[in-house]
Each structure stands twice: as C-alpha cells, then as structure tokens.
C-alpha cells in the first residue's frame, strides 16, 4: 500500500466553530482507519481573532504536523491571506466565492507586520491586494480552487427543508467546509453524519439540523466539484486505537492513579485539563481505586497549591495543573512542600513566555524555572512527557514518585501537546500500578514524622490518625517537626532530604529516566512535545539511507549524567532541539555531562515545530551547510 500523507487546514475567526469542525474532520478520518494528528492555533481573545486547525492524515502512525497543506477550507478572507502560500502544488483549496473582492485593508485583524510581508510578495508578482490576487497566485503554483458560495448553500438548504431560520446560520459555515471537503476527496458520508452525531451526542435537534447542512454540502462537492489528486476512502482500522485530545492523557492518568484532589486556577492552556476532570468527577470505580477527583477552582494559584498540599497531608492523592506565570506563583509553597516532605504532583502546562508572553502559545520556556526556581535546597524531581500517550502513563509514574520519596514533582507539558488531537493505542488502566511508598496505615508507639532512616525516607502519617501526631513549620524542624537552629540537626536533616536525589537515580529504572531511540555518529538530545516532530523527520531521513540518533531525557531533575555520558560516548555530533531561546536542556547538558552542544535547532516563535522543519534543519547538519544554531520559524 503507497504511503498516505494529506494535510487539512480549516481557519477563521475565533469563536466560529474551527475547533469543532477539525473535531468532525478527525473523527471521520479515525473512523475510517487512519492515523491523525491534529493542531490547534488560536490567538487570546475569546472572539474574532484568526484561529486554525491543521490535521494531517496518514495510513501510518505519524507523530508531528508537516510544513505543506494538501486541502485548506476557509469561511473567511483573513485564512486565505495568511495561509495560500502553504498549500502544495496539486493541494486544493475550497473558499467563500463571495470574498473574492476583499482587500487586505478591509480586514482589520490582519495584523501590519503580516500585511507588509504580504504586500511585498505580492508586488513581487504584480497582483493586487485581494483574495483574488493571492488566490491567482496559488494558482499559478499549481494549486485547484474550488469556490462556493456559503450564503447560497444556506439558501437552498432552508428552502429544501422547509426551515427559513437556516438562511442566518453562519455557525455552520465550518461543518458545511468540512462537508465540502469530505466531498471532494471521496471519503463515505455515512462516517460524517456518525461523526456528527457523537459529538453533539447531548444536543439532538443540533445534530439534525448538522446532518442537515453536512449531506447537502457533501452532495453539493460531488455533483459540482471537479476531479481532485486526493482521495481518501478509507483504510484497515487498527485494533484498539482512539482519537484523543492533548489534555487528555494526564487528565484519565489523574483519574486511574487514584488522584482524589485536584485544585487549580484558570489558566491556558492548563484549564482544560481541570475542565475535563470537573466534567468526570463522579465515578463509579471498582477494584482498589475507589472514589472520585474532588476539583477545587481557587480563588488564585496560591491557593491553589496551598490546598493542594493540605489535602495531600491528608494521605490524599493531590495535585494541581497551571502554566508558566501561575507556576511561578506556586515556587514558595513548593519549597514549603519540600522541606515539610509533602507529596504533590504538579502538572505545568508551558506556554511562551516570559510574563504574559503568548498565552495561547507554545513553548519549552519553563525548564530551568522547573529545576532551579526555589530557594534553598530541597529535593524534587521534575519529569517531562514526549506524547499524550506517554502523558497517561507518566501521570501514574509522577504520583508514584512523590508517595515513595516524599517530594514535590514536577509534570512538565506544554501547549503543543495540550492543543494536539491525535490517534493512539487505548491507554491501558493494568499497567499503571499504584505505589503509596511509606504512607502508614496504623502507628503504635512513640511517632516522628521526620525520623532519620537508612534510606532517608520517614514513614508517614495522615492528619487525624490515632498516634500519629506530628508538626509541619516552614523553618527546619527535628524529627518531631518541632522547629530547630542547632547546626548539627540543620546538618543531618539537610543530608536526609537531598540524600533522595542519589536514590531516585538509583531506583528509578534507567528506561524511564532516559529513551534511546538509536544512537549513532550524529545524535539529538531533546526532551517534552519535540519527541513527535523529530521521530517524523528522523524516519524520512531513513528512508534517505541517513541514520541520526535521538535520546529522549525524560528525568530532567535529577539529571541522569551517568546514563547520558554513556548512550553519547561515541557519538561524534550532539544536536539539542527544544522549544525556547536559549537551549535551556542544552545548559544543563553541559553542565551535568560537561560537554559541549555541537548544533542548536531551535524554536521560539510560539509556533510548534513540524517534522519538515527539523528535516530539512538535520538534512543542512549532515551536509555541513547550517549555523550553530538554526531558528526554526515556520507558522502563521
């Protein structure tokens, strides 16, 4: 069977149903058998800014968007603007007839740096302003245009249905674009309308009228559409495969692991995670994970983390999600959780910082904060998932790691993942396994909370247990918890907590703080989102007849050097990749391994990287053709 890669991409403002509609268009294409992954971008305000959806669609497991787009459906003049140039040629693009005349003056989103760089292209061609221009020169490039009028296919709809109130419906301008679609590249309606149905299962007069709008455009693109280079009739589904949202890896993580509490403050793109476990707070769990996620909206992220650690006082499973400036917010009380050896799990979604930044942006800005960002010394760890399949599995691993060493940790995400759509194997409950390390059941006899140990760890009551009486200060404290200065209690206590580090990369299996991918002359270090993108580029390279190596750090801090000196012993070439400035995991790199970082691929734009980017960037590597370091800048 040839290799199937197709890119779709439906834009237009925000608020109008691009999220939705992208949701209709991958769940048709998983219900055919392909494999999807799905980006959303989006500007923060709530309505009227430019929003877009690429999902590409393969008939093997993909990882990453790419650069081109094969077919671009758009309701509204500011998506052709900024987006006719990605459309490959032989692509297609399905528009809005009735925008043909607008200029780039008349839309006031189209912000000025983007429009000079357009109008200098533009002149550069000697086209006009309009849609019309930028679309004569995707036709020139080769690209198909398929223009239709939505207003009259509202039209005609309300007057075949007898359901006058149809003709105002611009709402469903995006399922009628992804109807269009589905249309003209062949794929069976039946899986549309089942699509439709599953996700406004809860609204069924607007899942009629969808249907409705959704058969009318299909038959509309296959009566008045010509021949397009792209199919997609469908493939051999693979066994237990599911679409699933980025943010839902942790959340269901969360909830198998025998999370009870969760607190948190609104924050993108944290929310949605808090969001999706409010919406599944009660549950009917059996066997030994009983009970539902108590979910706390707090007054500020301070609160946030402070009831997050009195419910982990409890002997509750607690944690709390947020992103880059409420993470920042949290540094005192993490402190506080780890000199009082508090287990909490943090999930810190990043985003572009610093400050507000881009608030809807991606980035990989938060590591060193993660590390670095407390005062004192305390023991943490701070872990980082490369997928959203790996993020339900690490959510388990993150809770087992604060019970059994008694620290806070640190789940580093991030907008790229949050935001994706994508399939993957059904997460599997068995094989995440439950391990509340030295939490007591019952104590008898004289009880300290913070006793010195063989292995450093003290055995750990709950609030409220018979016996179990103990104390909890900021300040440095004896045994009992009760708050000391004598230098040599301050001296043995500090030796107790930071001893855990050496022992969590003693215990910790080696495959779970760093995933080799092969390892060869040329070899990238990277850690978090760059996992998918990379493996992408990496497997066409291969097909190339070039092998580079990839290792994924996963265990951030503690740092694993011993394991990392030894994968890159022979390696001739190391290449950090990540998402920010200034190579944030390529500093502690060379200061763990102390060695240096021979090339940089880099991205800071907000954007998330795609395979084509690291591809071609890799490609100049091995040809000795590229800088230092290489900045990546592809999106709109």
Known sequence: MSFVDFSWLIGGPQGSGVESGANVFSKVCAELGYQIFGKREFHSNIKGEHSYFTVRVSNRLIHSNVNDVTLMISFDAETIFRHYDEILSGGGIIYDSDLEKITTDSVRTLGNYFKERLHNELESKNKPFTIAGVLEVAKEKGVSLYPVSFKEILANLAEETENPRLKGMVRMYNVIGVSLSLGLIKMPANSLLHSIDSIFSKKPQIAEINKQAANYSYKYATTNFGDFSFTLPGVEKQPNTILVQGHQGTSIGKIVSGCRFQSYYPITPASDESVFLESNEILEIKGDRPGSTAVIQTEDEISAIGMMIGSALTGTRSSTSTSGPGFALMAEAIGWAGMNEVPIVLTVYQRSGPSTGLP???????????????????????????????????????????????????????????????????????????????????????????????????????????????????????????????????????????????????????????????????????????????????????????????????????????????????????????????????????????????????????????????????????????NKREVLEHGS
């Open 360 to 626: 809807t942006r991606h980035g990989q800005d938060d590591l060193l904060f993660a590390v670095t960002g407390s005062f004192g010394d305390f023991p943490k760890i701070v872990y980082a998932s490369g997928d959203i399949e790996e993020s339900f599995y690490d959510t388990g691993k993150c809770f087992n790691f604060a019970d059994v060493y008694q620290v806070p940790v640190i789940h580093m995400m991030d907008k790229f993942l949050s935001s994706s759509v994508v399939t993957c194997k059904r997460f599997d409950p068995q094989k995440i396994t439950i391990n509340r390390g030295k939490l007591l059941d019952k104590i008898e006899g004289e009880y300290k909370r913070f006793a010195f140990t063989e292995d450093g760890i003290s055995p750990r009551s709950r609030l409220g247990m018979d016996n179990g009486v103990f104390w909890n200060t900021g300040d440095e404290s004896d045994e009992f918890g009760h708050i000391t200065e004598d230098p040599q209690m301050r001296i043995k206590m500090m030796d107790k907590r930071m001893s855990r580090l050496d022992l969590i990369l003693k215990q910790v299996p080696k495959e779970e703080q760093v995933v080799s991918h092969g390892i060869h002359d040329f070899t990238i270090i990277s850690w978090g989102s760059t996992k998918g993108p990379i493996l992408d580029a990496l497997q066409i390279l291969k097909e190339e007849g070039i092998d580079i190596g990839f290792i994924q750090i996963k265990l951030l801090h503690p740092f694993p050097r011993e394991s990392v000196k030894s994968m890159l012993e022979k390696v001739k070439t190391v290449i950090d990749i990540e998402a920010n400035h200034s190579g944030q995991l390529g500093k502690i790199f060379q200061q763990n391994v102390t060695r240096e970082i021979d090339y940089f691929i880099l991205k800071y734009s907000g954007r998330g990287m795609t395979c084509t980017e690291i591809y071609d960037s890799l490609k100049k590597i091995i040809e000795n053709k590229a």
